[in-house]
């Protein structure tokens, strides 16, 4: 199973895309789709108060910690 190994970020600081530990470049709504089907380890999905849906590493993590790959 796939790990999500590096971020890119747009120029406001978003994520955009993740780098897989397979070398997969996906969007950020393509890594949603994935980990709700359990493809990806070490992420989860949550759901803010809108009702919007977001990705979040396992707990005591950060995305914050991912290298910014481009």
Do not use: C, W
């Not at 393509?30 to 707990?59: C, F, R, W, Y």
Request: charge should be negative; avoid cysteine; aromatic fraction near 8%.
């Amino acid at each position: 199973m796939e790990t999500i190994a590096g971020v890119h970020r747009n120029h406001f600081g978003e994520i955009i895309s993740f780098v897989t530990s397979g070398g997969r470049i996906i969007s950020y709504r393509k890594a949603l789709m994935e980990a709700e089907n359990g493809l990806i380890q070490g992420v989860q999905t949550i759901h803010d108060t809108d009702g919007n849906m977001s990705l979040m590493p396992e707990p005591d993590q950060s995305f914050d910690q991912y290298p910014n790959l481009f």
